[in-house]
């Protein structure tokens, strides 16, 4: 079973993937990526800054950082039951 820690950081490293995948590091005004695991529970919040002449929609790309830090943990759960 993994750590809480290792959750978080699982789900962390997936979303910045995502993120930096869309945009050069450069681009970005700012971003931030939240983890939290508690009993449990995951929560991930993704805040995608990038200028408006970006040609990535910054809301989808934070979406789909989310979906990406989820499916992280759930494969990281997944290779635990093996």
Excluded: C, W
Aim: overall charge negative.
């Amino acid at each position: 079973m993994p750590t809480d820690e290792e959750v978080v950081q699982t789900a962390a490293e997936a979303a910045e993937g995502v993120i930096l995948a869309h945009y050069k590091q450069s681009e970005l005004t700012d971003f931030d990526v939240t983890v939290t695991f508690e009993e449990g529970v995951l929560d991930v919040d993704v805040y995608v800054n990038a200028p408006d002449d970006a040609d990535e929609n910054a809301e989808a790309v934070a979406d789909e950082a989310a979906l990406a830090a989820r499916e992280a943990v759930d494969e990281l759960f997944g290779e635990s039951d093996s």
